[in-house]
């Protein structure tokens, strides 16, 4: 069985700090890893995708790699309220399907 | 970039009746599309694989016959509630890729209420 944990949450930073959100993964053959954020009543949107070991930086956003411990990590620099969602890191899986971690929650206050 | 249009946004029935839900990917094809339910504060759940010309695989504990998924072409799916009763209302949202390793692009999903 495949799996990818988070930490459901929530996690509360405080405006303007950065927020870490953290993903394992059990497959040591995912090549893709993805992070979605879900806003309440939403669907989940893409936020960044990572294939390789190291950084991949985006605006604020930032995700992580390391495959050799199995883990996948998204920061978020000058959190902002409007960052409070879910958020879904997703690995790739058989059959062209991803699958998805529990979600954190993230709460940003002002 | 690769958009997924899901239709309808919401929708209510009454208990019995049966409820279709399109799924089409507006500018690539998609061999395989996936349907998830979410019900709230819960997460994402993964019900069945679309696949193009062929039977849907459903997951564990989803009841086919219940939840009738059709793959017609390579850019429609649709998923049909039939007897729908109130434990069916939930939010259902359907997912594509559209190459090989590319993320999964997901509908906008359906709100189902039944009464």
């Known amino acids: 069985q495949k799996e990818v944990e988070q930490n459901s949450g929530p996690l509360s930073v405080p405006e303007g700090a950065i927020a870490s959100l953290n993903c394992t993964y059990s497959?040591?053959?995912?090549?893709?890893f993805f992070w979605y954020r879900q806003y309440s009543g939403k669907s989940p949107e893409l936020i960044m995708f990572?294939?390789?070991?190291g950084d991949k930086e985006d605006g604020r956003f930032t995700a992580q790699l390391n495959k050799a411990s199995q883990y996948v990590s998204l920061l978020i620099r000058d959190s902002q309220p409007s960052d409070s969602a879910t958020y879904l890191c997703a690995v790739d899986g058989a059959g062209n399907m991803l699958t998805f971690g529990g979600g954190t929650r993230l709460m940003v206050k002002p | 970039g690769a958009v997924v249009s899901q239709h309808p946004s919401w929708v209510i029935c009454k208990s019995g009746t049966s409820v279709k839900i399109e799924c089409r990917s507006l500018d690539f094809q998609a061999t395989t599309m996936f349907w998830y339910r979410q019900f709230p504060k819960q997460s994402l759940m993964l019900m069945a694989t679309?696949?193009?010309?062929?039977?849907?695989?459903?997951e564990q504990g989803v009841e086919k016959d219940k939840f009738l998924i059709n793959h017609a072409s390579l850019t429609l799916s649709t998923l049909t509630v039939t007897s729908a009763h109130p434990e069916d209302s939930s939010f259902y949202i359907c997912?594509?890729?559209?190459?090989?390793?590319?993320?999964?692009?997901f509908g906008n999903g359906t709100r189902l209420t039944v009464t």
């Open positions: 997912s594509a890729r559209d190459t090989y390793n590319s993320p999964l692009h």
């Open positions: 497959d040591r053959g995912s090549q893709s």
């Open positions: 679309s696949n193009e010309g062929s039977k849907a695989t459903y």
């Open positions: 990572i294939y390789s070991n």
